[in-house]
T-cell receptor
Framework: AQSVTQLDSHVSVSEGTPVLLRCNYSSSYSPSLFWYVQHPNKGLQLLLKYTSAATLVKGINGFEAEFKKSETSFHLTKPSAHMSDAAEYFCVVSENGYTGGFKTIFGAGTRLFVKA | DGGITQSPKYLFRKEGQNVTLSCEQNLNHDAMYWYRQDPGQGLRLIYYSQIVNDFQKGDIAEGYSVSREKKESFPLTVTSAQKNPTAFYLC??????????????FGEGSWLTVV
């Protein structure tokens, strides 16, 4: 069965310190994994995605994520937080539906707070 | 600029009313989706469409209806049968139907509140 778990509902960091948002997944097949960011009252914007190429994926705004199959994890990191990074982040797993259709599952989200 | 336009941004519904949320995309995507977002929860799929004149129920389709008469348009009607419609609604699209590696692009969302 396919699932995605974001391990923290809230993360608080100080500006200039590293960010770590954790995501674990389960998938029956080789999945694609995504991180999206959502600012208040806005749609979701793609930060980065993994599609079975390089396991370390670089995204926009200095974010990156590493796919670790042995740990079934896809954690999102950034070396130095900026105030503008404060938002909600969603980890997403997607796979082809071998019985037809598709399966895309969104995590519950992690709210990132950045303190000045 | 290419993108997805949702309207209205804010909508109020009276008890027993049907309301329609508009979604237009100029990305030339075949697949379109409607998601519902409630506070503290992830997105839940209401309906999706792979191609014009075809659509499929998602995980929470009860109380909703859609149409896909044009490639660029995928309106969502929230009917009076939806007992708890207050939520943030997100329209999205992808090329083609989302699966391995296909990015889903989102509109800015619409807030629906029951009054």
């Amino acid at each position: 069965a396919q699932s995605v778990t974001q391990l923290d509902s809230h993360v608080s960091v100080s500006e200039g310190t590293p960010v770590l948002l954790r995501c674990n997944y389960s998938s029956s097949y080789s999945p694609s994994l995504f991180w999206y960011v959502q600012h208040p009252n806005k749609g979701l914007q793609l930060l980065l995605k993994y599609t079975s190429a390089a396991t370390l994926v670089k995204g926009i705004n200095g974010f990156e994520a590493e796919f670790k199959k042995s740990e079934t994890s896809f954690h999102l990191t950034k070396p130095s937080a900026h105030m503008s990074d404060a938002a909600e982040y969603f980890c997403v797993v997607s796979e082809n539906g071998y019985t037809g259709g598709f399966k895309t599952i969104f995590g519950a989200g992690t709210r990132l707070f950045v303190k000045a | 600029d290419g993108g997805i336009t949702q309207s209205p941004k804010y909508l109020f519904r009276k008890e027993g009313q049907n309301v329609t949320l508009s979604c237009e995309q100029n990305l030339n995507h075949d697949a379109m989706y409607w998601y519902r977002q409630d506070p503290g929860q992830g997105l839940r799929l209401i309906y999706y469409s792979q191609i014009v004149n075809d659509f499929q129920k998602g995980d929470i389709a009860e109380g909703y209806s859609v149409s896909r008469e044009k490639k660029e348009s995928f309106p969502l009607t929230v009917t009076s049968a939806q007992k708890n419609p207050t939520a943030f609604y997100l329209c999205a699209s992808s090329e083609p139907l989302a699966g391995t590696g296909n990015t889903i692009y989102f509109g800015e969302g619409s807030w629906l509140t029951v009054v």
